[in-house]
Nanobody, 124 residues
């Protein structure tokens, strides 16, 4: 069992930056593939980024490539999402997720655990 708690959301102006954190409890955090998803009002939850257990492989949705960076610190059981050059269309609730196994995936249903989410609002 893995419990995930996100933090770091808030209100920021367009062009600004935020860093989200996701603290995980439970055993074997280092063996989980981690991901970030987001859900804007009236829209489905969508994939943002994922990182392998070894921190060597990452993958991003096209709309955030070059602006967002996912990373993890297995010693601290924490995964991060550094978000730069934020745009109003990045406004959403951001969710941390974890899945058993080593394969990166963008598919929501393939993730086993979810946090409660943290709100990110980007003003124009």
């Amino acid at each position: 069992q893995v419990q995930l708690v996100e933090s770091g959301g808030g209100l920021v102006q367009a062009g600004g930056s935020l860093r989200l954190s996701c603290a995980a409890s439970g055993r074997a955090f280092g063996t989980y593939t981690m991901g970030w998803f987001r859900q804007a009002p009236g829209k489905e939850r969508e994939f943002v980024a994922t990182i392998s257990w070894s921190d060597r492989n990452t993958y991003y949705t096209d709309s955030v490539k070059g602006r967002f960076t996912i990373s993890r610190d297995n010693a601290k059981n924490t995964v991060y999402l550094q978000m730069n050059s934020l745009k109003p269309e990045d406004t959403a609730v951001y969710y941390c997720s974890a899945r058993r196994g080593m394969v990166l995936t963008t598919t929501r249903v393939e993730y086993d655990y979810w946090g409660q989410g943290t709100q990110v609002t980007v003003s124009s």
